[in-house]
């Protein structure tokens, strides 16, 4: 404890600062994303040797290898093709001079060490990140339903169908149809933009 009371006297601890929407602009990671695409900054977290970009569409992880070299690695990762989990709140002790959220997407753990001042902000990414996990959890768990419920039908189908030109014409169709309606599906469940989300709870 008292190495950890040292290093942040001494300003050498990795506590990250919150960066208002003002400052986007003039973070690293603003290099990265695709404006071209309507991608937008909803929140930054910037610490020595980390910064932490909050999109609609990804987290990008500007990944420093210590707080003396300049030296970062790249990492994004999109809502629409990594799972959000396990999102938590750690609020800060009486000694404590920072605020922590964690969470996981993918396989991946992140574990942010933030400002004890700058709580209420932290808890607008929290509430966002929670929402974002929800909706991802109930729209896996109805496309993995419906799409059960159709490999039961076609196969219900296949069965019972006798195998004449007509018939197997008609199956290829309903092929087909199923197909399209799947598409359809996973464009209405696979979320890509998950703006509203921090629309909705971002209130820097």
């Known amino acids: 404890m008292f190495k950890r009371l040292a290093s942040e006297a001494l300003g050498l601890s990795d506590i990250g600062q919150i960066i208002p929407p003002q400052d986007y602009d003039k973070v690293d990671s603003d290099d990265y994303v695709f404006h071209e695409d309507n991608e937008k900054i909803y929140f930054v977290i910037k610490s020595k040797k980390d910064e932490y970009c909050f999109t609609n569409l990804a987290l990008i992880h500007l990944d420093g290898d210590s707080a003396l070299s300049s030296k970062r690695v790249l990492k994004r990762y999109a809502y629409s093709s990594y799972s959000v989990s396990n999102v938590l709140l750690e609020t800060a002790g009486t000694v404590d001079m920072d605020v922590e959220i964690k969470f996981v997407i993918g396989d991946t753990?992140?574990?942010?060490?933030?400002?004890?001042?700058?709580?209420?902000?932290?808890?607008?990414?929290?509430?966002?990140?929670?929402?974002?996990?929800?909706?991802?959890?109930?729209?896996?768990?109805?496309?993995?339903?419906?799409?059960?419920?159709?490999?039961?039908?076609?196969?219900?189908?296949?069965?019972?169908?006798?195998?004449?030109?007509?018939?197997?014409?008609?199956?290829?169709?309903?092929?087909?149809?199923?197909?399209?309606?799947?598409?359809?599906?996973?464009?209405?469940?696979?979320?890509?933009?998950?703006?509203?989300?921090?629309?909705?709870?971002?209130?820097?």
């Not at 966002?128 to 219900?156: C, F, M, P, Q, R």
């Not at 092929?175 to 696979?190: H, T």
């Open 109 to 204: 753990p992140f574990s942010i060490d933030v400002r004890k001042s700058q709580l209420e902000q932290l808890k607008d990414l929290y509430k966002a990140l929670y929402k974002i996990s929800d909706i991802k959890k109930h729209n896996n768990e109805y496309l993995k339903l419906a799409g059960e419920s159709i490999e039961v039908a076609k196969e219900t189908l296949s069965h019972a169908m006798p195998q004449s030109a007509a018939l197997s014409t008609q199956f290829d169709q309903i092929n087909l149809s199923v197909f399209n309606w799947k598409k359809d599906k996973l464009d209405e469940y696979k979320i890509k933009d998950f703006g509203f989300v921090f629309e909705k709870y971002i209130n820097n």
